[in-house]
Nanobody, 123 residues
């Protein structure tokens, strides 16, 4: 599975961005999809995940109420809508995929990774 993330950019605090991740190579309809981020000098951390059906999602406490994960299985894509952005949201954002039916929130639990897209939030 090849994952391609896009949609990053520079935005002012309080603004919004929508990240997209397209999967290729095989369908990810039976995969859990997730978003992680890595700020400079910090470890990669979980942001949000969504099960194959889209019926269940899970987000980190730091983004709850601000970020929404969604997927379109017909298009083999997963999106992350980010609202009310803060400077501390600045990071490279990665999409990830793995087979299974649960919501996974650990880096080591994912098998496939995109190349990352940079989000910079200015104060």
């Amino acid at each position: 599975v090849q994952l391609q993330a896009s949609g990053g950019g520079l935005v002012q605090a309080g603004g919004s961005l929508r990240l997209s991740c397209a999967a290729a190579g095989r369908t990810v309809i039976t995969y859990t999809l997730g978003w992680f981020r890595q700020a400079p000098g910090k470890e990669r951390e979980f942001v949000a995940a969504i099960v194959w059906s889209g019926s269940s999602t899970y987000g980190a406490d730091s983004v709850k109420g601000r970020f929404t994960i969604s997927r379109d299985n017909a298009k083999n894509t997963v999106c992350l809508q980010m609202n009310s952005l803060k400077p501390e949201d600045t990071a490279v954002y990665y999409c990830a995929a793995r087979g299974g039916t649960s919501l996974y929130d650990q880096v080591k639990e994912y098998d496939y990774w995109g190349q990352g897209t940079l989000v910079t939030v200015s104060s």
